[in-house]
């Protein structure tokens, strides 16, 4: 796509945006991995002390006190999304906040949040996937395309 | 009248009989708090949603501005006005309040010069009496129809710019004590293929040298005619780019002080808003706040502001259009 439309540019174009691409200030990507890489760990390190919570003192089973967690996680989220800090960590962090289960529940809440004012159905029904949607779709679109390798590649179900 | 190629020149020198210019809570924790009528401590402004803060942030710099002039809503004959929402609603919302006969006007950012120059060819002409003329931006509802919900956490570029909540106005006037709007010069649509809506410094920075090139050729001026020249929001990135391709144009651009207003309204160092300030209402608050009231205080004589627009629209750059961009150049004197 961007090596098609490249063509298309005339030589006029070409120069400048040569000339445009000197004075972009760079991305920084070391230190993001590095802040990414530290707060994603955060997030889970957090994550695994509260399942530990539910573990120890309310006694539920490891497998089943994963669902707990990841309720926990997400109200965490959605009350620093409503103070508006959520935002503020993530420009900070990049990847690290957007990764986990918190960034997907962000960007349900901020949605939420904006488009209430357009109606309780039609503004927020209607967009609280705005951003999260794609997730979902394509989600949805990987887990198909497992599966079905699943059931090609797995011995167990091709062998009988 | 017309110079030149593309420019006018105001024999009549229609004077800036009055000027507002409100903002926001952020814009007023930088360096340029003491230039504004009113800073709001609420991004609300006590409405319940960003569009009615835009709106009602028009309303009051407007009717701030018919103030400061003496006069009434009823003795203005037009009001020009613009702003970044769809259909222009903040500025058209708040005609309907002000009640004065209205042209809505869309250049984006552009939108304060576009005004004033139009505002100026009105009054110059004898076409009125008083214009009122301005526009306004306001960062949430930007960054809603334009970018992602406001709480949303995602990572800006160092190259994205942070739109200003605020609205600046003036009322022009057939006479008057200055300072006067003496020429402007309208610019040409420049596309030069950046399409990044986070980069747009970049992609305006073209539009803003070729209106700067255009102006001193019909007007058969340097530069050095100037105590200042700002562009209107091209921030860092865009402001060193139109500084290089000044530089290969061979414009003596060192002959003044050449600034942008982008760069002047947040304080970079303790403010996060990465290459610095954007919207309509920037360049408004900065030329109509800060640098009427340096003009008045005898510290500039003669200033060229050249706004600077983004013509792009949420469905262009996901359709990957490039961005096309305008500037319009107004050049402002103390003395007739």
């Not at chain 1, 890489?37 to 573990?55: D, H, K, S």
């Amino acid at each position: 796509m961007v090596s098609k439309k490249k063509k298309k540019l005339t030589p006029v174009q070409q120069e400048y945006q040569e000339l445009a691409k000197k004075r972009e200030p760079s991305k920084f990507t070391f230190k993001n991995l590095y802040r990414a890489f530290l707060v994603g760990g955060l997030i889970c390190l957090l994550g695994q002390a509260v399942q530990q919570m539910f573990i120890h003192w309310w006694g539920f089973e490891e497998k089943a006190a994963s669902n707990p967690t990841v309720g926990v996680m997400i109200i965490i989220s959605v009350i620093l999304t409503s103070l508006g800090v959520y935002d503020k960590i993530a420009q900070w962090a990049g990847a690290g906040t957007a990764v986990p289960v918190t960034g997907f529940a962000n960007a349900m809440a901020s949605a939420a949040i904006e488009y209430r004012r357009e109606g309780l159905v039609l503004g927020l029904g209607g967009s609280i996937f705005k951003v999260a949607g794609p997730v979902i779709v394509f989600g949805s679109l990987a887990a198909f395309c497992v599966g079905i390798a699943y059931i090609i590649f797995d011995p167990n179900i091709v062998g009988g | 009248m017309l110079k030149g190629h593309q420019s006018w020149v105001f024999e009549n020198k229609p004077s800036i009989k009055s000027k507002a210019a409100i903002v926001g809570p952020f814009e007023g924790q930088g360096p340029l708090a003491d230039d504004f009528d009113i800073i709001h401590g609420d991004m609300y402004l006590g409405q319940d949603s960003w569009e009615k803060a835009e709106k009602a942030l028009m309303e009051e710099t407007a009717k701030m501005a018919v103030q400061h002039a003496g006069l009434t809503e009823g003795q203005i004959q037009f009001f020009l006005a613009g702003d970044l929402m769809n259909q222009i609603i903040s500025s058209s919302f708040s005609a309907r309040t002000l009640s004065i006969p209205y042209l809505g006007l869309f250049g984006a950012c552009s939108t304060s010069m576009e005004s004033l120059a139009l505002a100026s060819y009105i009054v110059n002409s004898g076409g009125a009496k008083y214009v009122l003329s301005g526009t306004c931006s306001h960062n949430a509802s930007v960054e809603k129809q334009f970018r992602y919900p406001t709480e949303y956490g995602s990572q800006k570029p160092p190259t994205a710019q942070f739109t200003v909540t605020g609205a600046g106005a003036v009322v022009l006037s057939q006479d008057g004590d200055g300072p006067y709007v003496t020429s402007a010069t309208i610019g040409r649509v420049v596309d030069m293929g950046i399409s990044d809506p986070f980069n747009m410094g970049a992609a305006m920075a073209p539009a803003a040298v070729d209106t700067m090139e255009a102006h001193f050729r019909d007007l058969q001026i340097e530069p050095g005619y100037y105590d200042l020249i700002v562009t209107g929001d091209l921030s860092k990135v865009g402001y060193q780019i139109a500084n290089d391709l000044l530089k290969k144009h061979n414009i003596p651009i060192h002959q003044t002080t050449y600034s942008d207003c982008g760069m002047m309204i947040y304080d970079y160092g303790k403010q996060n808003v990465q290459a610095g300030a954007s919207g309509c209402g920037c360049s408004a608050v900065v030329t109509y706040g800060h640098l009427l009231n340096r003009m008045q205080r005898g510290e500039l004589n003669r200033i060229l502001v050249v706004a600077t627009g983004a013509l792009l629209s949420p469905l262009s750059y996901q359709q990957k259009e490039s961005i096309p961009c305008i500037a319009h150049a107004v050049s402002i004197e103390r003395q007739k």
